[in-house]
């Protein structure tokens, strides 16, 4: 069962305005939460994360918000430009590192449109 | 910036062969991580590693093998690949942040048998 999901496979979104990617998990006990960038045919990069005792994190034009309550988190992209267009990884973790890592979800592929 | 490498980039194999896709790191962490990932899937984590001399399986079940003989070096052998094996292999390497465990990856290698 997955623990982490990602219900858009695919999201287009204009260049300028606000992209909006979503994450669900279902248990309660993971302790952070992490967004990864991926290109094709290049491994993912770290973005940006959160702890589960904070409800916003900001860098940059990026932001993650977590609504621990509806155990729901989301990135937004503001302004969204070309080369924000990838497949984003929501993963969870919990604190100190689980044995096997991070758990991820399947990913949004966000298509940014000029 | 991460300095994780993995070789080949991509590889196309005829079924029955053995292939062994390398990964280093010069970053000195001792985990390490392979995961399989397949387009719109999430990333499943097939092998780990704590340090040298410790290989762990992960939750997909996978015919390949893993050592770790030195720290930076976490090669994955395949004995024998079949076309069910296509997929692209990334490995990763970790260093805790705090409280949480933020995972390097490399350029990833993909996989086609034939």
């Not at chain 2, 194999?13 to 053995?18: D, L, P, V």
């Not at chain 2, 990964?23 to 097939?46: A, F, N, R, V």
């Not at chain 2, 780990?48 to 050592?67: A, R």
Request: net charge negative.
């Amino acid at each position: 069962d997955q623990q982490v999901k990602q219900n858009s496979p695919s999201l287009s979104v204009q260049e300028g305005r606000i992209s909006i990617l979503n994450c669900d998990y279902t248990n309660s006990m993971f302790d952070y939460f992490l967004w990864y960038k991926k290109y094709p045919a290049e491994g993912p990069t770290f973005l940006i994360s959160i702890s589960s005792i904070k409800d916003k994190n900001e860098d940059g034009r990026f932001t993650v918000f977590l609504n621990k309550s509806a155990k729901h988190l989301s990135l937004h992209i503001v302004p969204s430009q070309p080369g924000d267009s990838a497949v984003y990884f929501c993963a969870a973790s919990f604190s100190g590192g689980g044995a096997d890592g991070l758990t991820f979800g399947k990913g949004t592929h966000l298509i940014i449109q000029p | 910036e991460a300095d994780i490498y993995q070789t080949p980039r991509y590889l196309v194999i005829g079924t029955g062969k053995k292939i062994t896709l390398e990964c280093s790191q010069t970053m000195g962490h001792d985990k390490m991580y392979w995961y399989q990932q397949d387009p719109g899937m999430e990333l499943h984590l097939i092998h780990y590693s704590y340090g040298v001399n410790s290989t762990e399986k992960g939750d997909l079940s996978s015919e390949s093998t893993v050592s770790r003989i030195r720290t930076e070096h976490f090669p994955l052998t395949l004995e024998s690949a079949r076309p069910s094996h296509t997929s692209q292999y990334l490995c990763a390497s970790s260093e805790m942040k705090g409280a949480y465990e933020k995972l390097f990856f490399g350029s990833g290698t993909q996989l086609s048998v034939l």
